[in-house]
C-alpha cells in the first residue's frame, strides 16, 4: 500500500470507527478454540500456519432498515505459527477477509462497509506486527452483476515477523448492501510470507 494512501485509510477509519489496538508480549494463540487451520511447508521447510479460532458472527437488524442491507458483528482471534528452524528471520503479511455468496443484486453492485472499535494484537518475544496496516478499508464498492455469485473482500490486514502471533477482535462491524435474497458470509485469515508462501484457513460459514 503506498504511504499516502496508509494515512488516508488510518485518518478515515479512526474518524468513523475510533479503531483501538493494544499490543501484549505473550502466547500468541494459547487456550484459543480453533476453528480451522491450514499449513504449507516453505522453501527452508518451515512450517507456516493460519489459524481462525473463537468465531462469532452474529447477525443484527440493519440500522439503515433498507431490506437490501445485511449487518453483522464479528469477534474471533486471526493467528499465525511458524515452527522449523530460522523462525526468528520469518517475514510476512496476515489478512483478515470474507467470503460472501448472495443470489442476486439489485444494481448489479454491492457496497461493503467495515468499523474496528476493538483490535488487540498478541504476539510473541520475538515477534513485530505493523498495527498501523490493521486498519481496514472504511468501505468499497464493487460492480458485481446481478448475480448468483460470490465476492471475496479483505478487510484488514498487517505485516508480520517471528515465530507467532496473532489478532483478537471484539465487535468488529460489517454490511454489505445491494444483496436479494439470502446471505452466506464465510470469514478467513490468509498468511503471506516474503517469499510469496500462501495459506488460507476458512471459519464457520453464517447465513441470513
Not at 20 to 31: D, M, R
Amino acid at each position: 500500500m503506498r504511504e499516502d494512501s496508509r494515512r488516508a485509510v488510518v485518518r478515515v477509519a479512526a474518524a468513523v470507527a475510533s479503531a483501538a489496538a493494544v499490543v501484549v508480549l505473550g502466547g500468541g494463540i494459547a487456550g484459543a478454540g480453533v476453528d480451522s487451520v491450514s499449513s504449507i511447508v516453505d522453501h527452508d521447510q518451515r512450517n507456516i500456519q493460519a489459524i481462525e479460532s473463537d468465531t462469532r458472527i452474529d447477525f443484527v437488524p440493519p440500522l439503515d432498515n433498507n431490506p437490501m442491507t445485511r449487518e453483522w458483528f464479528h469477534s474471533g482471534t486471526a493467528g499465525y505459527q511458524i515452527t522449523g528452524d530460522k523462525v526468528d528471520d520469518w517475514h510476512g503479511h496476515i489478512t483478515i477477509g470474507y467470503m460472501v455468496g448472495y443470489p442476486a443484486t439489485f444494481d448489479g453492485k454491492l457496497k461493503f462497509q467495515y468499523q474496528t472499535p476493538g483490535l488487540e494484537v498478541e504476539v510473541g518475544t520475538n515477534t513485530q506486527v505493523d498495527i498501523f496496516d490493521l486498519i481496514p478499508r472504511a468501505g468499497v464498492e464493487m460492480s458485481v452483476g446481478f448475480g448468483p455469485g460470490i465476492q471475496t473482500v479483505e478487510c484488514a490486514g498487517g505485516d508480520i515477523s517471528g515465530a507467532e502471533g496473532s489478532i483478537r477482535m471484539s465487535g468488529f462491524h460489517g454490511t454489505v448492501t445491494g444483496v436479494l435474497g439470502q446471505v452466506s458470509i464465510r470469514p478467513f485469515v490468509k498468511v503471506v510470507s516474503n517469499s510469496g508462501d500462501t495459506v488460507v484457513t476458512y471459519g464457520p460459514t453464517s447465513t441470513i
